[in-house]
Nanobody, 125 residues
Framework: QLQLVESGGGLVQPGGSLRLSCAAS????????IGWFRQAPGKEREGISC????????GYADSVKGRFTIARDNGKNTVYLQMNRLKAEDTGVYYC??????????????????WGRGTQVTVSS
């Protein structure tokens, strides 16, 4: 069974950091472009970061550029999202997704085939 599981979310103060992990089971992540998405209450799901199959290309939404870093460890079948200088507007449920057939899939949710269930990130003092 193909599965993506996110972890690492939680409550953090503004200016703090979190590292999210996305672990795959039932398939090998090497062949998939990976994206991170988030959904805030009352808002649509938005793409915030993505990485190519080999890790040589990355993309970021303007809202997180310079603060978030995506990386992958294909040996561990895991993708990470390091989030620094967090802001209240970063609050939401964070999802990772795997896109089949792309070297680099970009930030459009429609390009992704498999989704995790999400992890909650709350930035509040």
């Amino acid at each position: 069974q193909l599965q993506l599981v996110e972890s690492g979310g939680g409550l953090v103060q503004p200016g703090g950091s979190l590292r999210l992990s996305c672990a795959a089971s039932g398939f090998t992540l090497d062949d998939y472009a990976i994206g991170w998405f988030r959904q805030a209450p009352g808002k649509e799901r938005e793409g915030i970061s993505c990485i190519s199959t080999s890790g040589d290309s990355t993309g970021y939404a303007d809202s997180v550029k310079g603060r978030f870093t995506i990386a992958r460890d294909n040996g561990k079948n895991t993708v990470y999202l390091q989030m620094n200088r967090l802001k209240a507007e970063d609050t939401g449920v964070y999802y990772c997704a795997a896109g089949r057939g792309y070297h680099y899939a970009g930030l459009a949710p429609s390009r992704y085939d498999y989704w995790g269930r999400g992890t909650q990130v709350t930035v509040s003092s």
